[in-house]
């Protein structure tokens, strides 16, 4: 067997005194797309803040093939291939959606002129942003400003994509298509880790579901088998009661 | 491995991207043209007038270097006089040593830059308003080690000791220094800002924590900047010494008024543009000129005038005009299609 694509091993992240994630184990085969669901503070995204490194871990190991990355930046953790979206999207509102997503080609990607803006207009495409290139990203609604930071993270040539809540709020129409796209992302070998609360679309794409409540995984497994266990409908009730 | 491309995209025609070439050749055109009468002046009008210009040229590379800082990097410096300061002093040495106060110039600003680099290792420890104070405290640091130089007259300032002999020939080269520190502060920013840096740094100001996430090196980005400002502030204090032929005072020379007037310009012209802080520049030059005798009311009236801009024209003079009218001297968008 070859290594997994991410290994993520005994990861702990700390606020202070608050223990947010708690010795969380995740090994990811390169093409598998893994969904993420929990109830709202269970460390979803905090574990993809740790993996992007945005968020230093207290305790434990992130590895990209094999590679020790627990200590290296975020821009070399996306150099390195881990491209992101943030939940709450931060778009560079001073920029235009376009160069929102250049500046992922040109830094994460790596990529120079021409091979760089087309890469970035290739994002906006799949993303359904083209027709919106020469808006300032500041002046984007909620649901745009989500597909921009979608558009983004795809610009930087990833090679593990990390989604956080990108569905929310779309009609079924849209969120269809989110889930079409996504799909034809995995289909090309990229690898991902997608939380969503949307489980419907969420079991569209995913291969694998973990469930992770209180800062540990409680349950990881085949999507429709983790979905029936008890310790989801547990976690949801013990989150639906407090 | 030949261009990344995104899956699931097919090979369908992609709209061209632009950087408003004609804009970009007509604003250098023009800056050029300005330039060039600039420096002619002084065989066209009295030295009084290119005397007075000095100050507008190094207010305009102060201003874009604050802007540079904070409009661009999003490091909010208080303490920006350090370099101001050093370049002054560190022109005494150079100039001691046989260099000419022209080429001393240029020979201190990269003497402050390499100094720059260690210092900014101690700066960069400090996040938002402990940084703006942090590098003032650095500022009153550093005059108190210069002042301890007996050589460099201590507590009471000096003069400079190779000076041109000629006034009218010193008058003239000294404005022409003068010039050349602010078209390259303003060229230099430009050209910063069109590179593939600027569009990170541009990333940075707006989300530095996105940015990271998206591939930019925040703390070099940072850095590179830091060191690009502190050089054009040094070049900006070499000047004020070369026009005074030295230094009245370290206090003066390393005092905050210096952020104070570089807060003033950036904001009253617009932060985060290249054309701003020249705006801003004039806008302090003429509120100097013609109210500066006026005793309190000369500060009545600047205080009047941050307010009433910061309150109506929160973009500042240039920002406003920019975004009203999609105007500029130096384009840096990028624009998609058409
Ligand atoms: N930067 C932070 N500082 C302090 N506490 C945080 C921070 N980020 C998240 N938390 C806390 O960590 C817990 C997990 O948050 P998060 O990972 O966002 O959960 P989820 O994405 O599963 O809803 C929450 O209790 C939240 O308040
Ligand atoms: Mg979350």
Known sequence: ?242 | MTAQTVPGTEATALPAVHRSRRATVLGLTGTAAVLLAMAALPYLVDSGVTGQLVKLCYLVALASMWNLLTGYAGMMSMGQQAFIGLGAYLLFVVNDHGVNVYAGTLVVSALVALLAWPLSYLAFRLRGGYFAVGTWVIAEVVRLIVVRFDSLGAASGRSLSDVTADPVLRRAFTYWLALAVMAAAVLGTYAMLRSRLGLGLQAIRDDDTAAGSLGVDVTRGKRTVYIAAAAGCAAAGAVICVNSLGVASPTQIFGVQYSALMVFMVIIGGIGTVEGPVIGALAYFLLDKYFAQSGVWYLVVVGAVAIAVSLYLPRGLWGTFAQRTGWAVFPVRHTVGR
């Open chain 1, 1 to 242: 067997m070859t290594a997994p694509l991410l290994r993520v091993e005994h990861l702990a992240v700390s606020f202070g005194e608050l223990r947010v994630l708690e010795d969380v184990d995740l090994a990811v085969p390169k093409g598998q797309a893994v969904g993420i669901v929990g109830p709202n503070g269970a460390g979803k995204s905090t574990l993809l803040s740790a993996v992007s490194g945005v968020e230093r871990a207290s305790a434990g190991t992130v590895r990209l093939a094999g590679r020790d990355v627990t200590r290296v930046s975020a821009a070399e953790r996306c150099r390195l291939g881990i491209g992101r979206s943030f939940q709450i999207p931060r778009p560079f509102v001073d920029l235009t959606v376009f160069e929102n997503a250049l500046v992922g080609a040109e830094r994460g990607a790596g990529l120079r002129g021409g091979h760089a803006r087309e890469l970035a207009l290739r994002s906006l495409e799949v993303t359904g942003l083209l027709p919106l290139a020469n808006k300032s990203a500041g002046a984007l609604p909620l649901l745009a400003r989500k597909r921009l930071e979608l558009a983004r993270a795809l610009a930087t040539a990833p090679e593990v994509l990390l989604l956080d809540e990108i569905a929310g709020g779309l009609t079924e129409g849209e969120a269809e298509e989110l889930v079409a796209t996504v799909l034809s992302l995995k289909e090309s070998g990229l690898t991902i880790l997608w939380i969503e609360h949307v489980v419907k679309a969420l079991v569209q794409v995913v291969d694998r579901l973990v469930c992770l409540a209180s800062g540990r995984i409680r349950a990881d497994g085949d999507p429709h088998e983790v979905l029936a266990g008890a310790e989801v409908a547990e976690v949801y009730l013990g989150g639906a009661a407090a």
